[in-house]
């Protein structure tokens, strides 16, 4: 009964510091984007999805190393269900989140062929070195891309305008602020997310739950509350790019950089039910999102709330 409190209490502690580091990363990254010129969806696609997706490319590569394959791709699959079903939804809930265009138009479709290929790769039961190397150098054309993308002015002059008006009561901090705010934003996620997501296995160690069921569930979740605290602030801010731009640039970092790395560290091998209980589901949840966004681009609260029923039915059906 002490092992269970005392876990008990790391998961909320993590959960306590997850969340001021979201808030001290968004703050700090959108600033700096509109000081810069630079869209906030851009800064949501890159700066503020990798920092919240550092935590699922630590468990999976861990889980990986450790020959442990279902606990690397529940965790990536589940997050990835977990990000628009759990994360979009209580976001959408709590506050509808508006997008732009661009974002549903670029952003998403390419989300649907990174998942619709994984899905084909996963369909021998094995996803192998080679496999990962494909991912991997994938997700690095996308880094070009979306490069390519801010230099072409496809992120343009009003979406800077609307950055700046949303960041004018912080116009006159000095610029070293904003960074500290980002480095010790993602200090403090990297290190709120190790607490859960140990606090999170050792209490499923203890109901001995399976380990995919552990990797999509408990450490998903776990791994996705960084994407959950950051996304609900951006929300709340009315920073809709971020929210959006942080949930979609993370689940293409994911399926490309996370679970490629895992895969070229060690082979990994899936059982049917992986494929069929995680892998499906992630496409199934992404596809769901681009009507959803496409209603007037935005996902409003009763969207949001069907998002979490089928969230909920997904776990119901893991479990």
């Given amino acids: ?66 020959g442990r394959a279902g606990l690397a791709v529940g965790n990536v699959m589940g997050s990835t269900v977990a990000n628009v079903g759990l994360i979009v939804g209580l976001g959408a809930l709590i506050s509808p989140i508006y997008v732009h265009e661009r974002l549903l138009q670029r952003e998403t479709p390419l989300l649907v062929l990174v998942l619709f290929i994984v899905m084909a790769l996963s369909f021998n039961g094995k996803i192998g070195r080679f496999d990962g190397l494909l991912l991997v150098g994938g997700f690095v054309v996308y880094l070009v891309y979306l490069h390519r993308w801010g ?39 990297l290190i709120g997310a190790r607490w859960l997501v140990e606090a999170a296995v050792a209490l499923a160690r203890m109901l001995d739950v399976p380990e995919e069921v552990i990797g999509a569930t408990l450490v998903a979740v776990g791994t996705s509350v960084p994407e959950l605290a950051t996304t609900i602030s951006a929300a709340v801010r009315g920073m809709g790019d971020i929210a959006m731009g942080n949930i979609i640039g993370s689940n293409i970092f994911n399926l490309g950089l996370v679970l490629g790395t895992a895969a070229i560290v060690s082979p990994l ?51």
């Fill in 151 to 189: 230099k072409r002015g496809v992120l343009t002059n009003s979406l800077i305008e609307e950055a700046k008006e949303k960041v004018a009561s912080g116009s006159s901090e000095r610029q070293y602020v904003n960074w500290i705010r980002v480095v010790l934003g993602l200090a403090l996620l």
């Fill in 269 to 319: 091998h899936l059982a049917p039910f992986t494929v069929v209980a995680e892998v499906v589901p992630a496409l199934v949840f992404c596809l769901a999102l681009v009507p959803l966004a496409m209603s007037g681009a935005r996902v409003s609260r009763w969207e949001g709330a069907l998002l979490l029923v089928g969230y909920a039915a997904f776990i119901y059906i893991i479990l």
């Fill in 1 to 66: 009964m002490r092992g269970v409190t005392l876990h008990f209490l790391l998961f909320v502690v993590g959960l306590v510091t997850l969340s001021l580091g979201a808030d001290w990363l968004v703050t700090g990254a959108s600033r700096i984007a509109a000081a810069r010129g630079v869209s906030p969806l851009m800064v949501g696609l890159t700066i503020v999805a990798f920092g919240t997706s550092a935590p699922e490319l630590m468990v999976s590569t861990a889980a990986a190393l450790q």
